[in-house]
């Protein structure tokens, strides 16, 4: 059991570009989560998918954003017309149903210029 | 809504000091709380936990007792050592209808720990 990766670990864009990033959970674990860290501040939460469904999604997910999760293993969080204000790191976690501790793993930082 | 508010940091100590990291919680129904930790460079890492009221979570030599009375969960360690500075979050996971399992964390609080 490797943990939860994201790749990549940094992205540079310019504003306006789309950006996409992938999470690979624990292989056993049908829950994922995908979180979102400004400088200073706790993660914020985004979405969740149990197996391949998106069952939530925070009211800070905009139309820009759009997450999948084929097969229920790995997920993908696209983001569309990058803004600056969407420079973050972006965190993801997968869990097992029951006893239901979250694993994150290191990360995604986003940089829009 | 519900939410967890930590005290501010930096909080800068020096070796063998007693550190005391408060976090107090606002929710609806009995909560998880939890304490979670970032090292410079690396992914949020589950401290400790506690699932209900008087409850105590400790691991590696940091404790936190969920008090309901007073809604909080403040983190303790007796002697802190240089490898504790970290960025340390206080969350809760509430356990509604929908049963998501996401968690709601603080600000972070800084530890800087001086030999």
Redesign the interface.
């Given at each position: 059991d490797t943990g939860?990766s994201q790749d990549p670990r940094h992205k540079i864009t310019k504003r306006g570009q789309n950006v996409t990033f992938r999470c690979d959970p624990i292989s056993e674990h049908n829950?994922l989560?995908w979180?979102r860290q400004t400088l200073?501040?706790?993660?914020?939460?985004l979405t969740?998918f149990q197996n391949e469904a998106q069952?939530?999604k925070s009211r800070l997910l905009s139309d820009r954003f759009s997450a999948e999760r084929p097969k229920g293993s790995f997920s993908t969080l696209e983001i569309q017309r990058t803004e600056q204000g969407d420079s973050a790191m972006y965190?993801c976690?997968s869990?097992l149903?029951t006893p239901?501790?979250?694993?994150?793993?290191?990360?995604t930082r986003l940089t829009v210029t | 809504g519900d939410s967890v508010t930590q005290m501010e940091g930096p909080v800068t100590l020096s070796e063998e000091a007693f550190l005391t990291i408060n976090c107090t919680y606002t929710a609806t129904g009995y909560p998880s709380l939890f304490w979670y930790v970032q090292y410079p460079g690396e992914g949020l890492q589950l401290l400790l936990k506690a699932t209900k009221a008087d409850d105590k979570g400790s691991n590696k030599g940091f404790e936190a007792t969920y008090r309901k009375e007073t809604t909080s969960f403040h983190l303790e360690k007796g002697s802190v050592q240089v490898s504790d500075s970290a960025v340390y979050f206080c969350a809760l996971r509430t356990h509604g209808s929908s049963n998501t399992g996401k968690l709601i964390f603080g600000q972070g609080t800084t530890l800087q720990v001086k030999p």
């Open positions: 939860v829950r989560y979180y200073g501040q706790g993660p914020e939460f969740y069952l939530e965190l976690a869990s149903a239901g501790e979250q694993y994150f793993g290191p990360g | -």
